[in-house]
């Protein structure tokens, strides 16, 4: 993964102790003397600078005039503003142009640089992490930076001058725009919100609530029982919904005994918990026995933890009270405070496709869509069949069997990579190496080493990328004792992918407002490039063509499964949006309707079953707020750029050519590295192939 601050983090870093007032619900006004003041200054200006410069002009006083509220000056002082700032000629823009590039590198840079200081203690392996360690880590430095740069005018002084845009100009335009053009977008871009401090606030609590929410909703599976009081999971097995109940189901599939029994528990076991039919009693509580099948809650008849029961929820079989949606849609009241204030992305759903992705909404549905209903699904769906020896149920949508067996085992493994690599320190002296092998030159592979530090991680490992030239991109990877086992090199080898692009991304730019992808999509997939060859790193035979083929399925099916989830999420939003005043229980009851909707269009005839609501299960759609559909997106876009590599045969050279692009539309970055727009088509296509190889 790469490590990001999610917005919901961020916000809540924002948050102060402090009550809060209500937030504004009103959309803000500008000052009654707006238009008048804005119509002489246009007139004035234009005579004082020449014709040609009135449509910029008009353009940038629509801007200032949007987010100028009474407490920025009178009109007066707006006057004096747009007179002082309005860069007249070509050399007072760049000026200006070149300034805030370079500021901006470094406010960011240092930012950034800043909060992974503050964040070392936690998230390093070095030892016990104190109280004030996790105050440290949950504060951060820039999050009055907005807010600052409106009260010094600064962000006035670039919306005077530079385009706001929306996608759509950015898709119909930005192909014959200009490096700077686009540089100019981006810059404009970073001020085209001006959310108040409550606003923010509110959306941080609502945040924090649906997390804790999810982060806490466990099921302790020993105590799951059937008619005859039988138990299929061993005890103190605790999963979270939905990541362990569904990597649960996955893993079943090689317990040949009783792999369907607990299949077909976990799943009743989901579909209690999006129809709210779930015993409120049940959940996170080691104290009672379930049997999610007939419903029947009974005090534990064996004790597997000292865990009590957890507070404030019902006793008996009482359902849980529409919680979960509860959660959503404060969450999404939330959110919507945003809206007047993002003019230009004026709903989460068009701050997520427009500004996050950069796709619009109707041309991402039809890439699902495509997927979803491709003919190669059908024939996917019957070879699982054939391999399962029965027919398929609906968890199968999470079938797991077509990972290929390797050639080596992971005890052969961890052998030959904790003797190559005891220490971070020898991962980090063989990146150079590592690189080579990989394609690059040495003089690139040296460059690039020297832009990566290596630190002992806590977790399983993430990279961190620089913001500024002259900062370095941290590895963090996790090494035992006893050294670096497999599972950690092949994290390592994922993240200086991510690190590998950060530096080209970031160092080999035409413009720093222009560093980057155009979403996080396109680094996950450039690190995949990397992780997918890292037994060829470490000198072993490469898959071969079969496993090769079977690793293509497993991602098609995946994509097959996310996609429906992905427009459940997509529709749920809508129709939140259109019921604004909706209550828990309706919220529950549309989104039933559109994950059985998704279901009976897409899956129901592969399943021989209707009306099945599982694509709700993801608890992304509860406290991740429209962040689903990137998982589809990322398994085409992988497809894309591993095919071009594969194209190609040249690793090194071609990944940087890629890179280099930096943050326009994923469809002009795509179209750049492979000549195609983003699309599913070379997913369909690999799995067309696949399925021709495996097939019987
Ligand atoms: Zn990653």
Same mark, same amino acid.
């Given at each position: 993964?790469?490590k ?10 924002a *948050? ?9 619900r009103?959309?803000?006004?500008a ?6 003041? +804005?119509?002489?200054l246009?007139?004035?200006?234009a ?34 503003? =747009? ?25 960011d840079?240092?930012m950034?640089?800043i909060g992974? $200081?503050?964040? #070392?203690?936690?998230?390093?392996d070095?030892?016990?992490?104190y ?14 930076v ?6 010094n005018?600064l962000?006035?002084?670039v919306?005077?001058n530079f ?6 100009q950015?898709?119909?335009?930005g192909? #014959?725009?200009s ?28 945040a924090?609530q ?10 302790w599976?020993?105590?799951?029982v ?5 138990r299929?999971f ?5 999963? @979270?919904?939905?990541?362990n109940?569904?990597?649960?189901i ?6 040949a005994?009783?792999?369907?029994a ?5 799943s &009743?076991? %989901? ?7 779930i015993?409120?009693?049940v959940?996170n ?11 029947e =809650? ?14 404030g929820r019902k ?10 949606y ?9 959110v919507?405070l ?21 796709i619009?909404?109707?041309r991402?549905r039809k890439?699902?869509?495509?997927v979803?209903s491709?003919?190669?699904a ?12 029965r027919?398929?149920?609906p ?11 390797? /050639?080596?085992?992971e005890?052969?493994?961890d052998e030959?990579?904790?003797? &190559?690599?005891?220490t971070p320190?020898?991962? &980090? ?5 590592? @690189?080579?092998?990989?394609?690059f030159?040495?003089?690139?592979a ?6 990566? =530090?290596? $630190? ?7 990279a ?14 996790r090494?035992? #004792?006893?050294?670096?086992?497999y599972?950690?090199f ?13 530096t ?16 996080t ?30 690793t ?8 097959f499964?996310?996609a ?5 999420d997509?529709?749920v ?13 309706q919220?529950k009851? /549309? ?5 059985? $909707? ?5 899956y ?15 608890s992304?759609?509860?406290n +991740? ?23 190609t045969?040249?690793?090194g050279p ?6 280099? *692009?930096?943050?326009?539309?994923p469809? %002009? ?10 699309g599913?088509e ?15």
């Amino acid at each position: 993964m790469k490590k990001t601050f999610p917005f919901a983090v961020i916000l809540l870093a924002a *948050m102060s102790a402090a009550g809060a007032e209500e937030p504004p619900r009103s959309a803000p006004s500008a000052p009654a003397w707006m238009k008048e003041a +804005s119509g002489r200054l246009e007139k004035e200006l234009a005579v004082k600078h020449g014709e040609e410069a009135r449509p910029r002009l008009a353009r940038g006083l629509k801007q200032v005039a949007e987010f100028w509220r009474t407490e920025d000056g009178d009109a007066a002082a707006f006057e004096e503003f =747009v007179r002082t700032n309005f860069a007249g000629d070509s050399k007072t823009l760049d000026t200006l142009f070149d300034r805030m590039e370079f500021a901006l590198e470094s406010l960011d840079g240092h930012m950034l640089e800043i909060g992974r $200081d503050f964040r #070392k203690q936690s998230d390093l392996d070095l030892g016990r992490i104190y109280p004030f360690d996790e105050t440290l880590a949950g504060y951060d430095p820039s999050a009055h930076v907005t807010e600052d740069f409106f009260s010094n005018k600064l962000a006035f002084s670039v919306l005077l001058n530079f385009p706001l845009t929306t996608l759509q100009q950015r898709l119909a335009e930005g192909e #014959k725009w200009s490096r700077r053009q686009w540089a100019e977008t981006r810059l404009a871009e970073r001020f085209s919100k001006r959310i108040p401090a409550e606003v923010n606030l509110a959306i941080g609590r609502a945040a924090g609530q649906a997390e804790q929410y999810i982060s806490e909703y466990n099921v302790w599976m020993h105590h799951l029982v059937d008619a005859k009081g039988q138990r299929l999971f061993p005890p103190k097995l605790r999963l @979270l919904s939905h990541w362990n109940l569904r990597d649960e189901i996955k893993a079943d599939y090689t317990d040949a005994a009783t792999g369907i029994a607990k299949q077909r528990t976990i799943s &009743k076991v %989901m579909e209690r918990i999006v129809t709210q039919t779930i015993p409120d009693s049940v959940v996170n509580n080691p104290q009672v026995d379930w049997n999610p099948f007939t419903n029947e =809650v009974r005090p534990a008849a064996e004790k597997d933890s000292d865990a009590p029961a957890p507070a404030g929820r019902k006793a008996g079989n009482a359902p849980e009270p529409d919680t979960r949606y509860a959660m959503l849609l404060k969450a999404f009241q939330a959110v919507r405070l945003a809206d007047p204030y993002s003019p230009t992305a004026p709903t989460m759903i068009a701050r997520r496709f427009d500004e996050n992705r950069q796709i619009p909404e109707a041309r991402f549905r039809k890439m699902l869509e495509d997927v979803l209903s491709s003919p190669l699904a059908p024939k996917a769906a019957a070879l699982i069949k054939k391999r399962l020896g029965r027919k398929l149920e609906p968890f199968d949508i999470w079938y797991a069997g077509f990972k290929p067996r390797g /050639a080596y085992t992971e005890v052969e493994l961890d052998e030959i990579v904790r003797k &190559k690599y005891p220490t971070p320190e020898a991962y &980090k002296k063989d990146i150079p190496n590592l @690189l080579i092998k990989l394609g690059f030159s040495k003089e690139k592979a040296e460059f690039l080493a020297g832009n990566i =530090v290596v $630190d002992p991680a806590r977790g399983s490992g993430h990279a961190m990328g620089a913001a500024r030239r002259g900062d370095q991109a941290h590895l963090r990877t996790r090494v035992e #004792k006893e050294g670096m086992n497999y599972k950690g090199f092949n994290i390592a080898v994922h993240e200086m992918g991510h690190n590998v692009e950060q530096t080209f991304s970031l160092n080999e730019i035409d413009h720093t407002l222009l560093a980057g992808i155009p979403n996080t999509a396109f680094t996950e997939a450039l690190a995949f490039v990397f992780q997918a060859r890292d037994l060829e790193l470490l000198g072993l035979s490469k898959p071969d063509s079969k496993s090769r083929a079977l690793t293509i399925l497993n991602d098609f099916w995946g994509t097959f499964e996310i996609a429906g989830v992905a427009l459940v999420d997509m529709g749920v939003w809508h129709w939140m949006y259109e019921h604004p005043d909706a209550t828990p229980g309706q919220l529950k009851e /549309a989104t039933l309707r559109i994950a059985r $909707d998704v279901w009976n269009r897409y899956y129901a005839a592969i399943f021989q079953e209707k009306d099945v609501p599982l694509l709700a299960i993801y608890s992304h759609m509860i406290n +991740s707020f429209l962040y689903l559909p990137d998982y589809p997106l990322g398994h085409m876009i992988a497809f894309q750029i591993d095919r071009q590599i594969e194209k190609t045969g040249a690793i090194g050279p071609e990944f940087e050519r890629m890179a280099k *692009m930096g943050n326009v539309t994923p469809d %002009m970055w795509m179209k750049h590295a492979t000549g195609a727009p983003v699309g599913p088509e070379a997913l369909l296509a690999e799995t067309e192939k696949a399925l021709a190889q495996v097939s019987p």
